[in-house]
């Protein structure tokens, strides 16, 4: 059975951060994301991340993608990460992604990363081997549809994977067509996460989530989220949540799930729904935030 109430059986709660704390505290987050056509996904994942009360982030791209965007995500470090002429990440970005790897307590992998060769390799090799726990997005998990077997490799971390209808028909293959009935979401979600041993969170109308025998479903958002780059908000989000240590793993996932739709109906409140834009969300998360704390027994 789903968990329909938004209290069901999560804590839909941020943990209350301690008078005494520092930055290190609260998780070292690291983004892999971005290219030249889509650096927007990087800048977007990066900041949900600091407004979900990440420590500290960092973003891992190619030169263009940091020179673009740097000036918009203030509160993150950076890492240069070698491109091909596209703007797209090179084969050798991987190698110097796990040579930093060990500094992080999650990370995200994928947003606005683009297609071809170069990220596909970097896939191939940071989905398998990143320490820490991982959130796969967008371009990362059209890549793992195009090599399933990288799912039959042992990991050493979390995977958590958060595909839309379309990258989850992609994943569970076989020309794989999904529906929109809650009973059909929910056992796509269980067979994917039961498949690749990992967490799958299927986005959409009553977002679905799913790892092991436990499943959640979420209670909030609107179709004002319907928007390129809410998707990115949401991996900064979870991989933010991942990345503290006090946060139950799933948890973790529910929380951010929920509060991400929270986000959205404050936005549509506020600006309707077809006004709303993905940038909003960053401002309206930390009133959800707030709003979670207050309601909170």
């Known amino acids: 059975m789903a968990a329909r109430s938004p209290r069901g059986r999560v804590a839909l709660r941020l943990p209350e951060r301690p008078r005494a704390a520092h930055k290190g505290d609260f998780g070292r987050v690291l983004i892999v994301a971005g290219s030249s056509s889509m650096p927007g996904a990087a800048a977007l994942c990066a900041l949900a991340a600091l407004r979900s009360g990440a420590g500290l982030v960092t973003l891992a791209a190619g030169a263009k993608v940091l020179d673009r965007i740097a000036g918009r995500v203030l509160g993150a470090t950076f890492l240069e990460l070698p491109a091909m002429p596209d703007g797209t990440l090179a084969e050798a970005a991987a190698e110097r992604v796990l040579a930093r790897a060990g500094e992080f307590d999650a990370a995200a992998l994928g947003p606005g990363l683009g297609r071809g060769s170069g990220p596909a390799a970097v896939v191939a090799r940071l989905f398998p081997e990143l320490p820490c726990p991982t959130i796969v997005d967008a371009d990362a998990l059209n890549e793992l549809a195009d090599a399933p077997r990288t799912f039959e490799l042992p990991r050493p971390a ?140």
């Open 158 to 297: 979390r995977r958590v994977l958060t595909p839309h209808p379309g990258e989850m028909a992609r994943l569970l293959g076989a020309g794989a067509a999904l529906g929109a009935e809650p009973a059909v979401r929910e056992r796509a979600c269980a067979a994917l996460a039961s498949r690749t041993k990992t967490c799958v969170v299927l986005k959409g109308a009553g977002t679905v989530i799913r790892e092991g025998e436990r499943t959640f479903t979420a209670s909030t958002g609107n179709p004002g989220l319907a928007k390129g780059g809410t998707g990115d908000v949401l991996t900064g989000m979870l991989a933010a949540l991942a990345a503290r240590k006090e946060l139950e793993p799933f948890d973790a996932v529910c929380l951010g799930v929920h509060a991400h739709g929270l986000a959205g109906d404050l936005a549509a409140a506020e600006l309707g729904e077809d006004g709303m834009m993905t940038e909003d969300l960053l401002f309206f998360l930390p009133h959800a935030w707030r709003s979670l704390a207050e309601s909170a027994p």
